[in-house]
């Protein structure tokens, strides 16, 4: 092929296989200075000439226009692949090449058509990756995409790296009681948080696991008019009833699960304990808690 000639003897450089080789299609324009017609001739040399200038390199996917367009970025100039390769790096082989060639591909070097892939792995070469940059205003990957690289997707929060903590919760302490945090000190009003340790398979997924799968009623088949005389019946650790807004629970199943311990929750076994409830926790959905342990509404004797 026309592109052997230009190609200094011994040289194998992919980069200036490619770039040379587009050169020698268009044969009429191989003394054209204009960077911008030589790489668009590369883009239409022929397939199968491509493919063999392709042989051995990692990225084949012949839609990318990157790749088409300028030298090929992959594997990067300082990759483990392109060294075992063992082609001898343009700049130490530059000094055997005919002159024209050489001049040629300085020129393109000096400034190749708007080609940021190219830049860009020239660069990779010299210096180490550029730390990770903010997506702010949603341009974030836009960057990336004209290096030819792919990026972790980051916040565009304004600030700080994209993984990192946000600068904001650097400042603040564990919530007290939480994660052993003992030397979180509490606010004036605040209580003080008083989970317990929950035993083995007896976590909130745990509950939730069983809750779904099993009938927790204790053989109420139908849902049961309670009394007050009727609830205190159920006060013990083996059959504990409480009523919650309205709503009679058998509570002994929920025992060994809640985060608040079983003391606390017997505390109100037998008896309607609405208003400790809401008191402790009145953000926990309770209906959403234990609604198949339900065994009926409370009413008045
Ligand atoms: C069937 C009724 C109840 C259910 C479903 C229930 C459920 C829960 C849940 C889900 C939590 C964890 C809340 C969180 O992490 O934010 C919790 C914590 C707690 N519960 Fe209950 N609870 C019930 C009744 C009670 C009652 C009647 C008391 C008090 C006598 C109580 C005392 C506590 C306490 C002290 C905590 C720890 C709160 C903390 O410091 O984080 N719970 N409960």
């Known amino acids: 092929m026309a592109s052997a000639s230009l190609l200094a003897p011994g040289r194998h450089d992919p980069l200036s296989t490619i770039t040379l080789d587009g050169i020698s299609i268009s044969a009429t324009d191989s003394g054209d200075s204009d960077a911008d017609d030589s790489f668009h001739d590369a883009e239409d040399a022929p397939r199968s000439t491509k493919e063999q200038q392709r042989a051995g390199q990692v990225d084949n996917d012949d839609d990318d226009d990157d790749d088409d367009d300028a030298p090929p970025a992959f594997p990067s100039l300082n990759s483990a692949q392109r060294q075992s390769g063992a082609p001898p790096s343009s700049s130490s082989s530059s000094s055997s090449k005919p002159s024209s060639a050489a001049a040629f ?3 393109i070097k000096a400034a190749p058509p708007s080609s940021a892939a190219y830049k860009a792995s020239k660069d990779a070469a010299l210096m180490p990756p550029p730390p990770p940059t903010l997506g702010g205003g949603g341009g974030g990957g836009g960057a990336a995409a004209a290096a030819g690289g792919l990026r972790v997707p980051t916040r565009g929060n304004g600030s700080g790296g994209g993984l990192a903590v946000p600068p904001s919760t650097s400042a603040l302490s564990a919530p007290p009681g939480v994660g052993g945090a003992s030397g979180a000190t509490l606010n ?3 209580k003080k948080r008083k989970k317990v340790a929950l035993a083995p398979g007896c976590s909130p997924l745990d509950w939730a696991r069983l809750k779904n799968s099993t009938d927790l009623r204790g053989g109420i088949t139908q849902l ?3 009394t007050p005389s009727e609830l205190k019946k159920h006060n013990t650790r083996t059959d ?3 009523a ?4 009679v629970y ?3 199943p929920y025992l060994r ?3 608040g311990g079983e003391d606390d929750l017997l505390r109100v076994a037998g008896r309607d304990g609405t208003r400790l409830f809401a008191l402790t926790h009145s953000w926990v959905n309770i209906d959403a808690m234990i609604d198949t342990a339900m065994v009926g509404v409370l009413v008045s004797e």
């Open 224 to 226: 049961m008019r309670v």
């Open 250 to 252: 058998n509570i002994t």
């Open 105 to 107: 591909l300085q020129s």
């Open 240 to 242: 504990a009833w409480s």
């Open 257 to 259: 699960f809640h985060p």
């Open 244 to 247: 919650f807004y309205g709503k």
């Open 188 to 190: 004036k009003g605040e």
